[in-house]
């Protein structure tokens, strides 16, 4: 499968392409970000290869708020698509999906995994409860999560499935609880799809895996550029140093973390902290967040997707059963007297319950603000990375910052070794970064093609709808089975059969194993019809040998009644004095025999017999004959057609000149194309002109 | 030619015995299911052990004894070492299982055909797949892929699909194309012309009720007891079609509001539910569909309790309940001595969800008509007193002593070996510890020392250079080089502090059991088992009903020709049902129907020929393809030419080819093309099996009925006088057919 020609265009991909056009441009793979294109949120990729459409993923953008945070679907024909493959729960991958589902005309399958399904619902729920937009912005309601539900269908990790000739299985991605890579295999050309994925085994979840093949495409997050993580042991000691010590000076420490994925996590490690410290014990860890308590049972039950640590636990007691954290409902229900710890969402700070404790608690130096991933650009949690003296609260009043902040991340996002590490592995031929700011993503290429200098990799780095265009020469290979395989041949030798197509896998075969290798059959009709006639039986026979080569009549003793065989085709039976019986198995030539029967048993009724004396024609009568009929015909398809001193044809179409041999068949032509359809347009003559074949 | 299989069965053909079947392909020795019955019977696996050594991968298909329960056995005394290969719930149920029925042996006889480390062994090495996934064998197996599908009939069954060179071979045994409470139907009907199907013909005689009736019945059957306060007692299997029957009773019982007690009694009840609760995923999609939609788990039990003690019954003595307790057979376990307490009363009722396995006291029940008394064995664990006791310990001792000499012979040999090791390398001798891992040295090599074990003093070996004994010493010497002292830098690296909590300990048993069940393992005091024979008369009402949740004749028989295999091999049912079987399916399905022997094998290569080639552009770019179905479909000409060794690339003939016989491709139903004609205005009606068409005309399919599942092309005669309707009859018959 070696790829030839690669280039990344600046076309818009031609969706609307028909199944001609589709079959044309059959070998090209066009893969088009419609979101996260050198950018962060709404990630959304397409691709197309030999007819076949997938989606992955279909987010919004957290930063924008109604259409302008979807992707860019009007770039695309939804009902084009196939298969749409949603790699993990979290709203930048999931959340324009019941817009996609319920408001676009698409009508392929959309595919996650069970825990990403159970999660996908009430996170969707809570999104539209919670996002604040009137009500003409809203891209879509409660009941559009609902019904879009029963059109989702869910894939277990590592479970092959087939859809339309797109075969496609999934990776444990280690992102998120239930989050996947994908890996599509069309007409033996994968794409795997990390989505976001990390190679860094945590808590509860497992690292990427890397998968058993190696892809023809790897479509690759690139969220943390260059940058390398510490040490997960490193990152968690300084994130339990920080709550351990704001806590014993009387300080309150917020966590603001997105409601799912690592929230479970940092409640992990905080629950394990108590437990070994006791002096602990009467300090409250919270976690705000009603919908994180709703998606507990989800990560009860889904605990086979998770590590095996987390699975020995399991066997003891349920480790999302925390002993030390509560849940808290709103801020009205917070006592706020002392120390504590809580954990709130959103993640960004931009409104809710994480935002009201961090404009109370920011003006006191004791407390503390712990942000514990990646924030998106744009958000105040971006801002106060960065320690500015003031911060404006939500009731438009500046406050002094006093509070401390520490960014700590323990975002499940692949850092620069673990992609460069990934890839090494894979060593994929063609590598495509998506989700990542322009400039991360930039460094992380200079990186990659450093990296891979002496191969042959290439980098793509697309903008939102832009395309990249490979060309895969594709090696069809065809199986040839059966009664036609018993014989290998030899070079020259020819092979005629079936060719069936399913998918894109091709079987060879003859007609008679159709049945046998495929769910279709063949049939033989039989066709008997009865001809009134009165005459003799004889006089037809002698007609018949007038026109056909070929007229037999068996031995009355074996057939009962008089019977005439006409080129082994079409039986004539004399059963009565009144008339005859044809019988004939349907093909066109015999077909057209049994009508030039019937033809002339009528005459003979008609009109009696008729002797008209046969002209013989000389060879080279019936030669010139040809050569008129073949030439007229080259004529009507071809237009200039003249002939050659030498006896040839010569045709001239543009600027190409063909000759044609009448004799031998025999074409001559620089232009291939033109030389195979002459040689098949004079095959086809070559078989009107010539007398019937023998069966 | 194809691939090579050959399959010979090892147990459980023409009976009910275990399952257990050798599929060879090409050389690579698949163990099809390793199963043994409830009676732990060891002759049963003798052809097993005569082949264990040779198997390559071991596939099984369901979590019960019939389906594993050799596993540790064959792999502790056969040396059965293979790779195991099962989806999670037929390894996790399938550990369970096996630890009830050791425990349940355990608890009423010296059981040691096999230990709970045996168990744990046997399963460590179970490698778990998905369905559908599609797992490639490595090294011998090379090309082969094997991949488990659903199979219905117990959580996480699974048919097998061994795929190699295209060719597909199908082992489908106790499958359940029905769609139950907690299982999807089996998807074995998906599957098209394998090459070789495997099945059983467990069920070729039986024939179902409808579920709804059945579970009315059920339900009925149960609750007329309870009201007559009796006790409804329900022998199951651990962790198998149990669920099922807890799920029934649940939802009914919800229903209904009933408060009388049930009961889920096996040693390892709670653990069983536990891990069910986190299979949601190998569950049928309503119960998948309900937890998403409301995060509520099926199996979240409101009505049943799980308890893992007989005595937490005594509470409930004279109330009524339904106790659903394991071992389904009746031969041990609590269900055998809750038989022995209930059967003498006539309100009661044995209510018997699958046949009891041949030979055990739940098939001697299940006879018509029942019997009036049975005899059983009554057995218990006692803790020794008295002289006994004293007899044991002494006898304890003895054995302890010479273990201690025997060990200490063994660590000196140890220490030798390290200290010499340390010597010869010298170079960071700095550690005392002996690896505990190497601990077990070879039993010749203690021998060996044996001479002067007497003489020396425990932790006081010579160094093989000494001459007399010394204290070990290891001489530090430190390398130095232009800088210095050369240093390691890796003792400079912070270590990943918790990896060794992060990982759980790898050895730790992952299950774990039950407390009682623990108590009686960690239970060190001295025992013994006392049993006494006692005749119980069966007084009590016996009922069966078919639970079993597997495939009826009916629909085996008419999922075996739906699927079609080419060649087809039937185990597992008795004599009378694989004959019946193999009868109707030698006529109406394929010519090849074997039904094998134990220790017969039978060769089913299949005869097919195929080879490859490559498909040049140019012949495609001349291919017109027509849509038929999922199928597309062209003739196709052409000239091969060999590119190198074993590829044939297929090139446009360089010539017109010679006219090809016509073919007449698709399949034509005579009622279809009836309501076809009718709509372009054709009066048409059947007579005598025929199609009239218009006044005169008839269309007709031949069929013999010899042909029907065969291959052959189907033969349509179309018939009539000369007149204008013939042709348009015939024009309307062409156009059901694609010409090529």
Known sequence: MASVVTGAQNKRPNPNSTSAAATREGDQLIITPLGAGNEV??????????????LFDCGIHPAYSGVAALPYFDEIDPSTIDVLLITHFHLDHAASLPYFLEKTNFRGRVFMTHSTKAIYRLLLSDYVKVSKVSVEDMLYDENDIVRSMDKIEVIDFHQTLEVNGIR???????????????????????????????????????????????PDICIIESTYGVQLHQPRPVREKRFTDVIHSTISQGGRVLIPAFALGRAQELLLILDEYW????????????????????????????INAMNDRIRTQFANSNPFDFKHISPLKSIENFDDVGPSVVMASPSGLQSGLSRQLFDKWCADKKNACVIPGYVVEGTLAKTIINEPKEVTLMNGLVAPLNMQVHYISFSAHADCAQTCGFLKELMPPHIVLVHGEANEMGRLKQKLVSQFADSNTKLYTPKNCQSVTMHFSSEKMAKVIGKLAEKVPETGESVSGLLVKKGFTYQIMAPDDLRVFSQLSTANVTQRITVPYTGAFEVIKYRLKQIYESVESPPVEETEVPTLIVHERVTIRHESDTYVVMQWSADPISDMVSDSVVAMILNIGREGPKVTPIEEKTQEEMERMARKVVHSLMVSLFGDTKFGEDGRLVITVDADVARLDIKSGEVECENQGLRERIKTAFGRMQGAIRPIPKP | MGTSVQVTPLSGVYGENPLCYLVAIDGFNLLMDCGWNDLFDPSLLQPLSRVAKSIDAVLISHPDILHLGALPYARKHFGLSAPVYATEPVYRLGLLTMYDHYLSRR???????????????????VI???YSQNYHLSENGEGIVIAPHVAGHLLGGTIWKITKDGEDVVYAVDFNHRKERHLNGTVLESFVRPAVLITDAYNALNNQVYKRQRDQEFIDAILRVLRADGTVLLPVDTAGRVLELILI?????????????????????????????SFLEWMSDSIAKSFEHTRDNAFLLKYVTLIINKSDLENYAGVPKVVLTSMASLEVGFSHDIFVELATDAKNIVLFTERGQFGTLARMLQVDPPPKAVKVTMSKRVPLVGDELKAYEEEQEKIKKEEAVKKASIVKVEEVRATSSHLSESTKGDSMVIDPASATASPKASSHFRGQMDILIDGFTPPSTSVAPMFPFFENTAEWDDFGEVINPDDYVIQEEDSNHMVGNGKSLDVKPDEASVHLLLDSTPSKVVSHELTVQVKCALLYMDFEGRSDGRSVKSIISHVAPLKLVLVHGSAEATEHLKMHCAKHVCPHVYAPQIEETIDVTSDLCAYKVQLSEKLMSNVLFRKMVENEISWMDSVAEKTNEKVFTLLPPPSAPPTHKSVLVGDLKLADFKQYLSTKGVQ????????????????????????????????????????????????HLYSQFYLL
Request: with cysteine.
């Open chain 2, 128 to 130: 778990r797949l998905k």
């Open chain 2, 249 to 277: 009773l649940e939802q009914y019982w919800a229903q209904q509001h009933l408060s009388f007690p049930i009961f889920f009694l096996t040693n390892v009840a709670s653990s069983t539910v536990e891990y069910v609760k």
């Open chain 1, 168 to 214: 496609f299985w999934c990776y444990t991605a280690g992102h998120v609880l239930g989050a996947a890579m994908f890996m599509v295999d069309i007409a033996g050309v994968r794409v795997l799809y990390t989505g976001d994925y990390s190679r860094e085994e945590d808590r509860h979840l497992r690292a990427a895996e890397v998968p058993q093949f190696t």
């Open chain 1, 275 to 302: 437990e070994n410290h006791p002096e602990l014990h009467n300090i409250p860890i919270y976690y705000a967040s009603p919908l994180a308590k709703r998606c507990m049972a989800v990560y009860q039950t889904y």
């Open chain 2, 684 to 731: 048409v009606e059947f007579a005598g099996g025929a199609l009239k068409c218009g006044e005169h005309i008839t269309v007709r399919k031949i069929s013999d009925s010899s042909q029907k599942g065969g291959t052959g092309p189907q033969q349509i005669v179309i018939e009539g006088p000369l007149c204008e309707d013939y042709y348009k009859i015939r024009g």
């Open chain 1, 41 to 54: 949120g709404r990630s959304c990729v397409y691709m197309s290869y030999k007819g076949k459409t997938v």
């Open chain 2, 107 to 125: 608890q009423i006889s010296d059981f040691d055909m096999f230990t709970l480390d045996d168990i744990d062994v046997a399963f460590q090495n």
